[in-house]
């Protein structure tokens, strides 16, 4: 599995430089790489991201969730989503579950990891409690 340097790039810039709130990455079929398929933008929502994910294919996503503390601190947090449908085909589940690991150590900053298989997996109460 083949990641291609945009994608290390692009979340270079998520997490420096704030330029986006979220990336959903896919793997391509034909040159077996992971690239990036959608850039969110820093004024875009959670509800935003959850809706860029495929209903029912597989796909990695990182996610930059802002928030404050109880002592009323601004924080950041930088999730990495491994999104795998139970309608999506067993094997692109298979391939994302297999090359997963490999793809996160790229990702330098990820602080939490996510995995759903359907939307209520990932919702914005569970991504608010592992801020925490």
């Known amino acids: 599995m083949y990641v291609n340097d945009e994608c290390v790039l692009k979340f270079m810039e998520l997490k420096s430089k704030r330029n986006h709130r979220f990336i959903v990455y896919k793997i391509n079929d034909q040159t077996q790489q992971v690239v990036v398929e959608k850039l969110g933008g820093p004024r875009e929502t959670y509800?935003?991201?959850?809706?860029?994910?495929?209903?029912?294919?597989?796909?990695y996503a990182?996610?930059?969730?802002?928030?404050?503390?109880?002592?009323?601190c601004q924080k950041s947090k930088i999730f990495f989503v491994a999104w795998?449908?139970?309608?999506a085909r067993v094997r692109s589940k298979m391939l994302y579950a297999?090359?997963?690991?490999?793809?996160?150590?790229q990702?330098?900053?990820?602080?939490?990891?996510?995995q759903a298989t359907d939307p209520s997996e990932m919702s914005f109460d569970i991504i608010k409690s592992r801020a925490l």
């Open 47 to 59: 509800e935003d991201f959850a809706n860029a994910l495929p209903p029912n294919e597989c796909r």
């Open 62 to 72: 990182v996610f930059d969730y802002d928030f404050t503390t109880n002592e009323n």
């Open 84 to 87: 795998a449908p139970d309608g």
């Open 98 to 105: 297999s090359s997963k690991d490999k793809f996160k150590r």
């Open 107 to 114: 990702l330098d900053g990820v602080q939490a990891e996510l």
